[in-house]
């Protein structure tokens, strides 16, 4: 039998590795970001077009490399950050596995013009799917210029799974972000398509959250500074006041690395267990120093996930330090005691003489003196009494007792004759034609009452479910999601016909977005408009609302918009029909009835009606339970006994 095991072609095995290495756009821009920080740059330029599909440059001015350093780069395995695996354990640099520009070189054009500062000239080299085309010398700048082109060219089932370009920007602005917020000391610019969006000069770590975030956000931040022999725990959180559902910008960082870490984060969120509720969240920027060696970053080769050797110890450190923050900057609200009928006590004064109490009375008082109105011996005068208005009602009571003359009505025009007449064919049968109109209209209001007492009766419980009987058993509706799953179809509906109804509002509201959100909002501006919403851009990420959809004047309009595109970005919409379920859905939880809120059996007969009318009426939109059913078989059950 021949042999059937064989080594796979260099080429081969870094697609392979790409896979893992490098996802999309912003993963070659975190890479390449990351390498130009550990060549020690001071200013790194990144330019994106078509959100990275077509072209992605990345300029600095760090230590550049020698046209041996540069050519040996792209080989898999090659890096200068460790020697032996001791190393991994000592590590304070970004890259390491020597796989980045490697990967990125066997699914995308890659072209380097690099320069040491002591040399004159530097190299350039041109690579394409793993195979270098050109390497010559010329004239450029010191440090690294590599610009990638065709993302994927070479490999189209990836490049076809690539989101759309709005999606993909805001995922390239999210890993640039997490790169300047640890790192003040270097200036970063982004332009997208010639546009520029980022343009952060060297400043503090406040004025570089500022910078990216909005300077909405000074006002909102509270310092948090621990030292420990363990770790050093620094940065910023949010006052409890700000907390909202969607869009908290939480950051952990450690040694200059993003890190994902849902253990910590619970340590965080439980310092505000009692200030927020459990359904929202607040922002955070938290910086870890810890001994390279209690920490292992080789864990996934996207580097953000870390473990740490003494989570415990740290995360009562840092629940610690964010409880201390709270109460020193007066985020948690103190207790208020009602002084306003409070005695005033004086302080006591040991040194003064005891002084005698003093009597206080009125001298011109004279229990014997006469009234003014009267003539006794005392002050007491006797109210007058209007006895003649005791007797006012004596004379309509007697008028409502006399016979009244019945008002003749016009039965032609009366309102019973759009009713259903239940009775009406057999009362024409048995009378007579001439007081066939009154029979009629005297029986259907006798069968109005019936229909009443025989119908289904809706019961509101606790103020959140709906409870009526129906033919198989005890149905029980939530209201609230009830109410989502019709506005969900209505606001749907209106998206899909363009027949969105918009109420201009008296003063507009502006609200400010970050990069991330302006990337993401030319998207989402038709389909907002088709359901009833009136943005205009004022520059620099800023929009005024004027107007709003009909039906949710008193709601926030500024949270409701950025609420919607938060949700866009959470779910990476790329299709036209997704991100307009989105902005319905969004609309449609924000404008619903709140759990709590009582109704009348004509607004609980008309949710009902309309619940039944939708497509699903047993799940929301996103999945949960509208209606539970008790079966007459259960209800046997329970009192068997």
Known sequence: MSDIIHLLPDSVANQIAAGEVIQRPASVIKELVENAIDADAQNIHVLVTDAGKTCIQIIDDGKGMSETDARLSFERHATSKIREAADLFALRTMGFRGEALASIAAVAQVELKTRLESEELGTKLVIAGSKVESQEAVSCSKGSNFSVKNLFFNVPARRKFLKANSTELSNILAEFERIALVHPEVAFSLYSNDSELFNLPVSPLRQRILAIFGKKLNQQLLNIEVNTTMVKISGYIAKPETARKKGAHQYFFVNGRYMRHPYFHKAVMEAYEQLIPVVEQVSYFIYFEVDPA???????????????????????????SVKESLGKFSAIPSIDFDTEDM????AFEQNLPPAPPKI?????FNPF???????????????KVEWEGLYGGLTKASKMNEPQQEPEMDWENSPFEEEPMVAEEKTISAVSAASSTFSSASSTLYANESVIEKGNLHLQFKGRFILTSVKSGLMLIDQHRAHVRILF??????IRQQQGVSQQVLFPEIV????????????????????????SNLGNDNYAINGLPAGIENLDPVNLVKDIVDRAIETGCAVH?????????????????????????????????????????????????????????????????
Request: glycine share 6%; proline share 5%.
């Open 294 to 320: 209690n920490i292992d970053v080789n864990i996934h080769p996207t580097k953000t996930e870390i473990k740490c050797e003494n989570e415990q110890a740290i995360w009562q450190i840092l629940s610690a």
């Open 343 to 346: 005695p005033d006590i004086p």
């Open 360 to 364: 206080h009375y009125n001298s011109d």
């Open 369 to 383: 003196k006469v009234s003014s109105g009267g003539s006794g011996g005392g002050s007491y005068s006797r109210p």
């Open 489 to 494: 179809d209505q606001y749907l509906s209106n």
């Open 512 to 535: 400010e977005f970050t990069a991330a959100e302006a990337a993401v909002l030319p998207s989402l501006l038709e389909d907002l408009c088709f359901v009833g919403f009136d943005l």
């Open 577 to 641: 029909e997704k991100i307009c379920e989105a902005i319905a859905l969004s609309l449609a939880k924000a404008a619903a009835i709140r759990p709590g809120k009582s109704l009348s059996l004509e607004e609980m007969d008309h949710l009902i009606a309309s619940l039944f009318s939708c497509s699903d009426s047993n799940l929301t939109p996103d999945g949960k339970t509208i209606i539970s059913m008790l079966t007459d078989e259960e209800l046997e059950r329970r009192f068997k006994c």
